[in-house]
């Protein structure tokens, strides 16, 4: 097994940060969506917790995946007949999915703190909020985090259907070089 990124693929460790913050993404977006339909009580609050959990673990998986980006730089993009357009494009795509991530994030830690509520982290100690609770001011980040963190889904989406047309319709290595176990 390849840790690191070579010339034709990438490694085991890039492709580990990818998918779990894929996963983490869409386990933080679904309990964002859905999670005012969960029964109050226990269950609310179990669903607000992972999904707060999800957001900081997608926090500190960006971080090693920005600093493992740049010890360990991806391999060159796959030639398609749109190469200009496709590398632009791709390339800006990559560092708006990383903005947008933790632009995300920052939103949604700001919203617990306007509601003056502490941040739990992964259950082992709390942050407590930095200013006194503000409901107006937490219903603009809270509104700002669902803007952001829909952005980010498209953005991911879109992503997701150019890996498929490099897959399909350009007929290159771009899909499988980042799925586990292709070599």
Do not use: C
Request: proline letters at 5%.
């Amino acid at each position: 097994m390849q840790l690191r990124n070579s010339a034709e693929r990438y490694g085991a460790v890039a492709k580990a940060l990818h998918w779990m913050v894929a996963a983490l993404v869409i386990v933080a977006w679904v309990l964002g969506t859905v999670g005012d339909e969960l029964p109050r009580g226990a269950t609310r609050a179990f669903g607000e917790f992972i999904h707060m959990s999800a957001g900081l673990a997608i926090l500190g998986l960006l971080v090693v995946r920005f600093i493992w980006r740049l010890s360990d730089p991806p391999p060159p993009l796959e030639r398609t007949p749109f190469s200009l357009l496709a590398d632009y494009t791709g390339r800006a795509a990559h560092w708006l999915l990383y903005v947008l991530l933790a632009a995300v994030i920052g939103a949604g830690i700001i919203t617990q703190f306007a509601d003056g509520d502490a941040l739990p982290v992964f259950g082992l100690f709390e942050i407590a909020s930095p200013w006194a609770k503000d409901r107006q001011f937490a219903k603009a980040a809270g509104e700002i985090h669902e803007v952001l963190a829909n952005g980010l889904v498209i953005v991911a989406a879109l992503h997701t259907a150019a890996a498929f047309a490099h897959h399909w319709l350009f007929h290159d290595r771009t899909l499988a070089r980042m799925l586990p176990g292709t070599p």
